[in-house]
């Protein structure tokens, strides 16, 4: 295992601390393990909180500032955040109007916001849970029950965050966010297996001509293990998936997503391939992300997240956001 690190029991940590060091618009717990925005919550705006397992920068910490999250929890590697640091990130951005928790549907996450959320209650903070569950790949994996939650994940904290921006109460911004996972779907292709630090080894064994179609973003078992094929054939059956269960017609907006470890010119290369397969079925890609934005380690693979736009959802989109990973309109 090669990795620039000191040891695997400091890792989170001590990264958290480069996060501190790199980026003066965050405010960092690093004992605790939050990320705030500086300066406090803003009376009378709904917060946004999300978090989950490390391992997948720059989810989340890296979408926290104007625009999108008020507060992010990372876990260890690949697990879950624990109830406390939910609860203290939701005090944190507790500006009165109430608290969003986006949440990926991982068991874990899931259990331990819901006590988060209960504690908060017991403070008076109200707090409502949005579960992103857009993963066509597998139902009941060995994470989560039912579908998990993956790429639309950026989608809601995008769209949900500029909603809160602007002041719409918590009803209103948690309704957005379940239209936007409702909308999206996704579904993630693994070529090489990640190293979580404390295991040492990979998480799974893939051989050179495998690929792993149907991936978890902890490398958790696909549909199935097949030959790799070319990039035109890996795009059509990433979208042959999503387009069974949404219909791809329309204006979208389309996330191509590396793992961790797959070049960009790789990346683009998948992007143009989405690109044709929709366009070759009456649909317009009117956005897009191409890039790192929810990863596994250093994994290499793609995922392709699909969401059907409609008019405010794409106001909501191209509206400012200053975040370390994302950022336009300021």
């Not at 470890?261 to 070759?280: H, Q």
Request: proline fraction near 5%; hydrophobic fraction near 45%; aromatic fraction near 4%.
């Amino acid at each position: 295992m090669k990795k620039l690190i000191n040891s695997p029991e400091t890792v989170v940590t001590e990264a958290l601390a480069g996060v501190a060091a790199a980026h003066p618009s965050l405010s960092v717990d690093v004992e605790n393990k939050v990320i705030t925005r500086a300066g406090g919550p803003r009376p009378g705006k709904v917060g946004l909180v999300s978090g989950g397992g490390s391992g997948h920068e720059p989810l989340h910490g890296g979408f926290v500032g104007y625009g999108m999250l008020d507060a992010a929890c990372p876990g260890e590697v690949f697990t879950s955040p624990v109830p406390d640091q939910m609860l203290a990130a939701t005090k944190a951005v507790d500006g009165g109007a109430g608290v969003l928790h986006v949440v990926k549907n991982y068991t874990g996450d899931v259990l331990n916001f819901q006590m988060a959320a209960e504690m908060a209650a017991d403070d008076g903070i109200e707090v409502v849970p949005v579960v992103i569950n857009d993963d066509v790949a597998v139902e009941d994996s060995l994470y989560t029950a039912g579908r998990r939650g993956t790429g639309a994940t950026v989608f809601v904290e995008k769209i949900a965050g500029a909603l809160a921006e602007e002041g719409a109460g918590l009803a209103v911004v948690a309704a957005t966010a379940r239209e936007v996972n409702e909308r999206s779907r996704s579904f993630g292709v693994a070529l090489t297996s990640c190293v979580v630090p404390a295991a040492g080894k990979p998480t799974f064994e893939l051989g050179e001509a495998e690929a792993e179609l149907g991936i978890g973003i902890h490398g958790e078992p696909g549909r199935t293990r097949a030959t790799l094929t070319p990039a035109k054939e890996l795009a059509a059956v990433a979208l042959d998936a999503i387009s069974a269960d949404l219909p791809v017609g329309g204006d979208l907006l389309v996330m191509v997503n590396g793992m961790g470890g797959t070049p960009l010119i790789e990346l683009y290369l998948m992007f143009n391939e989405v690109r044709k397969y929709l366009e070759a079925r009456g649909g317009h890609v009117a956005r897009n992300l191409v890039g790192n934005y929810i990863t596994s380690l250093e994994m290499q693979g793609f995922s392709v997240t699909v969401c059907r736009l409609t008019d405010e959802l794409t106001r909501l989109w191209d509206a400012p956001v200053d975040t370390p990973a994302l950022r336009w309109g300021r």
